[in-house]
């Protein structure tokens, strides 16, 4: 296959050359084509070499063979690896002012990027919106990896291996319409969904398990939530038909691979990685369930060493609230986006579990919320669960009769709700 790899100006820039030599040793050709930047971190003659084609990043090279035209014509995929914020901004915006830009503007072979960068420039509203728009437009994007970035600091923004970019790309130009799984945390299947159902068609995202708020390198604040819960949802509304990206907060591995395939996985650890998936999956999703347990407040700040012990007096820390996710959501929907948040709650001498969920239900702005009762422990870790499940048609919130059963079961009495809330919402339309 003639491939095509873009390489933007980042640290990450010398596993372009793992990139290239795995490509070439499965049989494919590599132009590379970096951006000026790139060249700061890999020169050209290593890209040459190890292409053995010539390398060049600007559209005034070469002027006689048309390259900035012929390059994204003749590919039959392009992969940049690594892609800056700054070549991002660029795609999203269609600019095309350097070799790189110009061939993904001409080619109509598939486009997968494989993002690296700060944790920062990741989160950032204007790099969330772009890959948005990117993913909408069908670019395959492979998540950043977590972990250590050029400086001390780590989190999302990694470039993932060389392997794993090959292995995505490779899945997304044999399939287009199946973006491949990805070891870091991104993207699987999007077909197994049924083709008969009630949500055939549909996206919906689902966030499960619970947030982590790291303290130093090995500790965090966290919460008991398994993820059984928002998995089990998932396996339901692949049954009902729907494409489910599920947003996934440290869940275990085992319990993930009971996922059917085609469903999309997006790895997220903390609050604010929480937040950030959820946002970019925002723009595709038809229905939203936010079944994560999310930390309220995370520490003020995360050392960079392991905390020490500093005598028997304790430590006092100090916490900062978290956004609520759900809220955000629900403040940036788009019309007819179904959103369904999730209540675990006690009663204590003056009202019930009840009476508080109802509240929550106002003080969220969702369509549904899926209220559990845990006073004595029994939602969290366990496969049997009793829920009911409120509304509002009209003025007053209104609860439905307990459900109780299987994790599995809850959720398709979840999912049915779902589907009439869906078929309510257009009828109105
Ligand atoms: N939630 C969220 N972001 C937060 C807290 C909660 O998105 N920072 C979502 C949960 O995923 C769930 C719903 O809000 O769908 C209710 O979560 P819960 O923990 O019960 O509510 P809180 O808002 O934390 O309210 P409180 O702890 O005061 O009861």
Redesign the pocket.
Known sequence: MRTVLGVAGGIAAYKACHVIRRLRELGHSVKVVPTASALNFVGAATFEALSSQTVTTDVFDEVDTVNHVRIGQEAELVVIAPATANVLAKLAAGIADDLLTATVLTTTAEIVVAPAMHTEMWQNPATVANIATLKRRGIHVLEPAVGRLTGPDSGPGRLPEPETIVDFALAAAADPTTPPTASTGSETDDSASSTAGPLHGRHLVI?AGGTREPLDPVRFLGNRSSGKQGIALARAAVAAGAQVHVVAANIDSGLVATLPPGVRITNAES?LELQTQMHAAQAEADAII???????YRPAERTDSKMKKTGGEGVTLNLVQ??????GLVESRREHQVII?????TGDPHHSALD?AKA?FRR?GVDLLVFNDVSDDRAFGHDDTAVQILSADGGDVTASAEFHGSKDEVSEKVIEALVSRVECVESSA
């Not at 936010?290 to 309220?296: G, L, R």
């Not at 978290?322 to 809220?327: G, I, R, S, T, Y």
């Not at 948040?341 to 709650?345: D, R």
Request: charged share 20%; net charge negative; proline share 4%.
């Open positions: 966030s609050t936010m079944a994560a347990a999310v930390a309220d978290n956004p609520d996710v759900l809220v948040g999730f209540a675990a709650e508080y929550k969220k």
